[in-house]
């Protein structure tokens, strides 16, 4: 089975990023692809709890997250990042697995594809 990871490195809102990386790793499952979509940087925040975008014009990206979880997808969210931009585990969706830098190294070496957004 061919696998793809996919990389999100910016922060939800204000680029199509975080839409089209939700979108690339749905589309994956859907063709029968292992898919690891892995936030690093300012994409962790895409997997913070609690996200209102109800006065915005712009999806959701903790339900997107939580779509690709659900279809599964394997969601990582790198330790480092978390730390940087001021989460807590606590603050992360179930279901995203916090990782160190080096098992996602690991995870993307393993990877038959890399997209990065």
Known sequence: MESISIILRRAPYGTIDTPEAIRHALGGVIEDMTVKLILVDGGVNAARKGQDTSSTEYLNAESGIRD??????????????IKEESLESSDIIEGVIVASSSELAEIIANSNTTMIF
Do not use: L, Q
């Open 68 to 81: 690709c979880i659900d279809m599964g997808t394997e969601v990582y969210a790198d330790k480092a990042s």
